[in-house]
């Protein structure tokens, strides 16, 4: 049995009748007869296997809060089955969060109660103490314990991070849901951080995890990218990597901005995006070689032309996905 299955999952925040859609899933015909039913919509189906850590990737807007508030019970679906740890969201929620672990997106804890009183609060909450569980956060709350009678809100992004983190894990939850866990950290604890996704994965914790960063998908066992409420891809980070189509180069040039528009107007190219200093261009080597694309540049007098293939990353993965 999966640690999480999701089955035809829909949720749409305005009114059916209304043609706008904001949420998860795909909307149903515009033609659809009931209007005030969402039955003939198109939800998500995927399953995270038990000690895996799943990523979803995707921007902001995309979706990634609404799924994890419905598989951790807190709103409800409109259309869809869901189950975690083989419970129904919907039947079982009460079996369901003594089950799981949940870090939201903004920190959420109490500000104006010390550290150690937050983790004695929710200890408690869950029936437990620290001492009990204290072997499976001791890696992260050790880092913390010295400011353990500091209030929370005067804690920096990293420690409220990993107290969010203890908090979430004080009751020794079977799954555990990290809602854009990194968001505004330092790339220093950003490391950390996923350094403690990996021992607790290697405790058998199931680990589901959304980001909008895409450089941490590689650090995923499997991923998903969504987008509109809709997933894209899912698969390994490699294997969605290795499945990009066409080459891939980057192009770099005295005006940049002129240099995008130009890459974009030109017709043998797939699609162009901005990436840092340079720009991913996608390209048909059978109808596309560099010389004749830098000849082009030099027609449309561009200067200090650089050229040269590059492996995708998953960003550019996405970024071709995302225009299908």
């Not at 508030?69 to 969201?89: H, N």
């Not at 004080?170 to 490391?191: N, Q």
């Amino acid at each position: 049995m999966p640690a999480i299955e999701v089955k035809n999952l829909y949720k749409n925040y305005y009114p059916y009748k209304s043609g706008k859609f904001a949420g998860i899933g795909k909307p149903a015909i515009e033609n659809e007869t009931n209007l005030n039913s969402p039955l003939g919509a198109e939800g998500i189906n995927f399953n995270v296997s038990r000690g895996e850590i799943f990523g979803i990737i995707g921007p902001d807007g995309a979706g990634k809060t609404t799924l994890f508030r419905i598989l951790t019970t807190l709103i409800l679906a409109d259309s869809g089955m869901a189950f975690v740890d083989g419970f129904d969201v919907v039947k079982d929620y009460k079996e369901i969060r003594k089950r799981v672990g949940y870090m939201p997106g903004k920190f959420s804890l109490y500000q104006d109660l010390t550290v150690l009183e937050n983790l004695n609060f929710f200890a408690t909450v869950f029936n437990t103490t620290i001492e009990e569980n204290y072997e499976l956060i001791k890696d992260i709350y050790q880092q913390i314990e010295p400011f353990k009678n500091r209030r929370a809100g005067k804690l920096s992004g990293g420690m409220k991070q990993k107290l969010a983190l203890s908090c979430a894990l004080i009751h020794k939850p079977s799954v555990l849901f990290l809602d854009e866990p990194t968001t505004g950290v330092d790339p220093v604890s950003r490391k950390e951080f996923w350094g403690m996704l990996k021992k607790l994965k290697q405790q058998g914790i199931t680990i589901l995890v959304s980001t909008p960063y895409m450089d941490e998908a590689s650090l995923c066992d499997r991923i998903a990218l969504i987008q509109d409420g809709r997933f894209l891809k899912i698969d390994t980070p490699k294997n969605i990597m290795s499945q990009y189509e066409n080459k891939l180069w980057a192009v770099q040039s005295d005006n940049m901005y002129k240099l995008l528009l130009d890459l974009r107007s030109y017709e043998p190219s797939k699609n162009c995006f901005a990436f840092g200093d340079k720009h991913h261009v996608s390209v048909d080597s059978g109808q596309l070689t560099v010389d004749s694309l830098r000849q082009y540049l030099q027609q449309k007098e561009h200067t200090n032309i650089e050229i040269r293939e590059i492996k995708p990353t998953i960003e550019d993965c996405f970024m071709q996905l995302s225009q299908g």
